[in-house]
């Protein structure tokens, strides 16, 4: 199976539009070490010419203009893609938006949650994806599906389950207390060829997460990979760099340092490789030679960046 991290950031991308903080500056004007980060995505194939895409982000046209394997083939029709399947992991403006960029009714197969359908079923802006041009799957909150496009079977398996997090940042209920979070807002998914068995060679995309049980400690254990939420490092950054108010944990992520953060939580967890996706652009990890790069990197953790690729 192929991976190739197509955005490794968090919203916002790095730079941020609008962001003027010391990280930000940095990128923009190409300090060394610090790489141009996209908005959180990643593709995945099992033979290397049909290709499912997890979380459409808003950056995925340059996404796809930097990787050939996501392009129309030179041997293909007039209108053609090599992705035929589009998986998302919760309804956040990261990982939807990039569905308006991929309308010219090109058929494919979008799978979600039955919340996260809702979600899209209740905003008409994403009927430019007209359902029967592409159809819309749901995904259980706990069970297998083998991921199909137009042309059939793609080879890939997906395991999918429900962890912590928290509604979409636009459907938010602030009476509520957990804003009105519901089962089937945020899942992670198993990723794995369908000829695979167990855990053995599979990857755990878990790019939001706001805790970690021994549930999850348990499926995960043994993975070949795991992508992980890496969107803070500390729980109060935004406050700390002076850029908003809002915590890692009201955001729905859990931070990664500090005793009950990700690098505590998973560190008796067996896993083959250990990786940082969805990085806010305030996460001190984006500048390689802070001491939070090489807390994560002596804990045995990758931070991933746009065009990573592995193979599993
Ligand atoms: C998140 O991951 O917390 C969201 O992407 C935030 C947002 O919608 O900007
Ligand atoms: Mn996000």
Same mark, same amino acid.
């Given at each position: 199976m192929k991976i190739r991290v197509l955005g490794s950031a968090a919203g916002g991308g790095f730079p941020q539009w609008n962001c003027n903080a010391p990280l930000s500056r940095a990128v923009r004007e190409k300090k060394p070490g610090f790489r141009v980060r996209t908005q959180s995505s990643i593709a995945a194939s099992a033979d290397g010419r049909s290709w499912a895409v997890f979380n459409a982000s808003p950056d995925i046209r340059e996404q796809i203009a930097a990787s050939p394997d996501l392009q129309p083939r030179a041997d293909g029709p007039?209108?053609?893609?090599?992705?035929?399947?589009?998986?998302?992991?919760?309804?956040?403006?990261?990982?939807?938006?990039?569905?308006?960029?991929?309308?010219?009714?090109?058929?494919?197969?979008?799978?979600? =949650?039955?919340?996260?359908?809702?979600?899209?079923?209740?905003?008409?802006?994403?009927?430019?994806?007209?359902?029967?041009?592409?159809?819309?799957?749901?995904?259980?909150?706990?069970?297998?599906?083998?991921?199909?496009?137009?042309?059939?079977?793609?080879?890939?398996?997906?395991?999918?389950?429900?962890?912590?997090?928290?509604?979409?940042?636009?459907?938010?209920?602030?009476?509520?207390?957990?804003?009105?979070?519901?089962?089937?807002? =945020?899942?992670?998914?198993?990723?794995?060829?369908?000829?695979?068995?167990?855990?053995?060679? =599979?990857?755990?995309?878990?790019p939001g997460c706001a805790a970690v049980d021994d549930a999850l400690r348990e499926r995960i254990d043994g993975g070949a990979c795991l992508m992980f939420d890496g969107t803070v490092f500390h729980d109060t950054e935004m406050a700390d760099t002076g850029v908003g108010s809002k915590t890692g944990a009201r955001m729905g992520h859990m931070a990664i340092g500090g005793e009950h953060g990700t690098l505590a939580a998973l560190r008796n967890v067996d896993l083959g490789r250990r990786i940082f996706v969805h990085i806010n652009n305030t996460n001190p990890i984006l500048d390689p030679a802070s001491d939070a790069a090489k807390t994560v990197e002596a804990a045995g953790w990758e931070i991933g960046y746009d065009g990573m690729e592995l193979t599993l």
């Open positions: 007039l209108r053609h893609t090599p992705i035929e399947a589009v998986v998302l992991t919760n309804a956040d403006v990261d990982h939807i938006a990039g569905l308006l960029s991929l309308r010219e009714r090109e058929p494919f197969i979008l799978y979600a =949650t039955a919340r996260v359908l809702k979600t899209l079923g209740e905003n008409s802006i994403f009927q430019v994806l007209n359902p029967e041009v592409v159809e819309r799957r749901e995904l259980p909150l706990e069970g297998v599906t083998e991921l199909e496009g137009p042309r059939g079977p793609l080879g890939l398996s997906v395991e999918t389950f429900a962890v912590s997090g928290k509604v979409a940042l636009f459907l938010e209920n602030t009476d509520d207390d957990n804003f009105g979070t519901a089962p089937g807002d =945020t899942i992670g998914i198993a990723l794995r060829t369908s000829a695979s068995q167990g855990t053995d060679g =599979t990857l755990f995309y878990i």
